[in-house]
């Protein structure tokens, strides 16, 4: 069972950056997609991105292209999400998210990026973006 831990959120000023990590260990398939969400309080968790091991490919939802990045250290088995130019709406938990890609057609849950398409989940880390 896929284990995942997400670190490194706080509190930034909006045009700020931070940079948040997931460990993940426990792993039994050869791919996985690895997605971040995030979840404010009152609204309905939302996709961010997602990585695709099997295909290479890297999806972010449209309020967070240009700023957000991903990134990741295969031989540390972490995953970062790089986030540049916050502004105040971009306040939620952050959660790491995986699911094996057991078929040549696992990657589509990356471009859906669906929260019931993924069901490793870690606990979650607040970042808040307030002046």
């Known amino acids: 069972q896929l284990q995942l831990v997400e670190s490194g959120g706080g509190l930034v000023q909006p045009g700020g950056s931070l940079r948040l990590s997931c460990a993940a260990s426990?792993?039994?398939?050869?791919?996985?997609?690895i997605a971040w969400f995030r979840q404010a309080p009152g609204k309905e968790r939302e996709g961010v991105s997602c990585?695709?091991?099997?295909?290479?490919?890297?999806y972010y939802a449209d309020s967070v292209k240009g700023r957000f990045t991903v990134s990741r250290d295969n031989a540390k088995n972490t995953v970062w999400l790089q986030m540049n130019s916050l502004k105040p709406e971009d306040t939620a938990v952050y959660y790491c998210?995986?699911?094996?890609?057991?078929?040549?057609?696992?990657?589509?849950?990356?471009?859906?990026?669906?929260?019931?398409?993924?069901?490793?989940w870690g606990q979650g880390t607040q970042v808040t973006v307030s002046s």
């Open positions: 426990g792993f039994t398939y050869d791919y996985y997609s």
């Open positions: 998210a995986a699911e094996p890609e057991r078929t040549l057609l696992s990657f589509r849950r990356c471009v859906t990026l669906g929260p019931a398409e993924f069901g490793s």
């Open positions: 990585f695709s091991t099997r295909t290479g490919n890297t």
